[in-house]
Every structure is written in C-alpha cells, then in structure tokens.
C-alpha cells in the first residue's frame, strides 16, 4: 500500500516536463537536415538534429502551447514556429533553402602584393 501511495505522490513530478520529438527537412527534396539548431527562444534550450534530422527537446513545465522554437540552419531560411503549430505537422519541419544571389561581386587580385618561398637554411657543422 506505501508503495502505491509513493507511486501516486511521485508521477506527476514525473510528467512536469513536456518531451517533444521531430523531424528537420529540406523543402526542395525533403531530405533530413542535420545539424540544424532547435532553439527555445522564452526559454533559452535548445538542441540540434541528429545525421536523420531528429530533434528531442525536454521542455520546462511553464512553457505553454503558445511557446515559439527556432529552427536554423546555414543554407536554409529561419523558421519560427509555435509547439501548437508544430503539433498540427506532426512534429515535421520543412525548412526552404536560402539561395545568395552574388550579383555584383567582383574579386579582383592585388598585383602589388607577391608572395615569397620560404628559404630553407642549412647549418653545416
């Protein structure tokens, strides 16, 4: 019976935390995207996704449904996005590539500048 009691007492403590599990995907080819940062922005927890593009993140007891996650990852465009709307995509984040148009830049070559060989010096005993 004490057993069932200390059970009783003891599991909300348990279940205080919220553990989310998902997913991180290229829109283009909806190939998993490692590496990509899963932060929590109240909160300041994060994680990043595993080579398959899973993320697992405990969240603390007072964020609500309403708390915003960042999903970031250089090559793709920032997404923030509520764990209610996360909720609604089962946990699958697509995230779109970032393209750079370099238009305009140009890389030119100072001639003024010469690189010089090392010298390599002997002693003789």
């Known amino acids: 019976m004490k057993k069932l009691l200390l059970i009783l007492v003891l599991s909300p403590l348990v279940?205080?935390?919220?553990?989310?599990k998902g997913i991180v995907v290229s829109k283009k080819n909806n190939l998993p995207v490692e590496n990509t940062n899963v932060l929590s922005l109240s909160g300041k927890i994060g994680t990043v996704t595993d080579e398959?593009?899973?993320?697992?993140?405990?969240?603390?007891?007072?964020f609500k449904e309403n708390e915003i996650l960042e999903f970031s990852h250089i090559g793709f465009t920032t997404l923030k996005i509520s764990i209610e709307d996360l909720k609604k995509?089962?946990?699958?984040?697509?995230?779109?590539?970032?393209?750079?148009?370099?238009?305009?830049?140009m890389i030119t070559s100072n001639k003024k500048i010469k690189l010089k060989a090392k010298q390599l010096i002997k002693n003789y005993s």
Do not use: R, Y
């Open 52 to 62: 398959n593009g899973t993320f697992s993140l405990k969240l603390l007891p007072q």
């Open 89 to 105: 995509t089962n946990f699958k984040i697509s995230l779109s590539e970032e393209i750079e148009n370099l238009n305009g830049l």
């Open 15 to 20: 279940s205080i935390a919220q553990h989310i």
